[in-house]
T-cell receptor, first 115, second 110 residues
Framework: DTGVSQNPRHKITKRGQNVTFRCDPI?????LYWYRQTLGQGPEFLTY????????KSRLLSDRFSAERPKGSFSTLEIQRTEQGDSAMYLC?????????????FGEGSRLTVL | QQQVKQSPQSLIVQKGGISIINCAYE??????FPWYQQFPGKGPALLIA?????SEKKEGRFTISFNKSAKQFSLHIMDSQPGDSATYFC?????????FGAGTRLTVKP
């Protein structure tokens, strides 16, 4: 499978716990994006990387959210001290060029439920 | 953050009919306007896209109409099929900043 892979697909956690999601992009893609999608809404941009550099992180929802892409390949999104409002689908996408030059390839998402 | 407004929220059409979804944007710096299709349990997938230097783009049964002066664009699905039933998102991008509309849930009845 050469598409974008996300793990885990589903995560149920208790309020206050930390969670981490992993994204493996298409191998030759140098750009990687994280989005959040809540029920009935479109994807909401969180952050993006070009290779290992995080070039936009001002839209991370709070300082409880952080993302890394240590070697310019896979990426992780961590949410600390989860809250019920964090329940959503977290989508990862990758692209070869910038978002306005071509297709973003999305993974199937990681669904978070915070009890 | 929502700079792209999409309507309607939901749409029901008969098989063979035309589905029309509309979007409006605010930021004139956007220079790429894609439509994404999402099936339940899947991530969005690119359907068709347009740049503001053209007014229309057609790919098979799918057409984007673009009105730069009005800052509006629309997706037309001709001869709609039950397999087209999905959620459709318009989007607008400037560099690596892509903003999505809230989505339209399309149901095509056989």
């Amino acid at each position: 499978d050469t598409g974008v892979s996300q793990n885990p697909r589903h995560k149920i956690t208790k309020r206050g716990q930390n969670v981490t999601f992993r994204c493996d992009p298409i191998s030759e893609h140098n750009r990687l994006y994280w989005y959040r999608q809540t029920l009935g809404q479109g994807p909401e941009f969180l952050t993006y990387f070009q290779n290992e550099a995080q070039l936009e992180k001002s839209r991370l929802l709070s300082d409880r959210f952080s993302a890394e892409r240590p070697k310019g390949s896979f990426s992780t999104l961590e949410i600390q001290r989860t809250e019920q409002g964090d329940s959503a689908m977290y989508l990862c996408a990758s692209s070869l060029g910038s978002a306005n030059t071509g297709e973003l390839f999305f993974g199937e998402g990681s669904r978070l439920t915070v009890l | 953050q929502q700079q792209v407004k999409q309507s309607p929220q939901s749409l029901i059409v008969q098989k063979g009919g035309i589905s029309i979804i509309n979007c409006a944007y605010e930021n004139t710096a956007f220079d790429y306007f894609p439509w994404y299709q999402q099936f339940p349990g899947k991530g969005p997938a690119l359907l068709i896209a347009i740049r503001p230097d053209v007014s229309e783009k057609k790919e098979g049964r799918f057409t984007i109409s673009f009105n730069k002066s009005a800052k509006q664009f629309s997706l037309h699905i001709m001869d709609s099929q039950p397999g087209d039933s999905a959620t459709y998102f318009c989007a607008a991008a400037e560099n690596n900043d892509m903003r999505f509309g809230a989505g339209t849930r399309l149901t095509v009845k056989p």
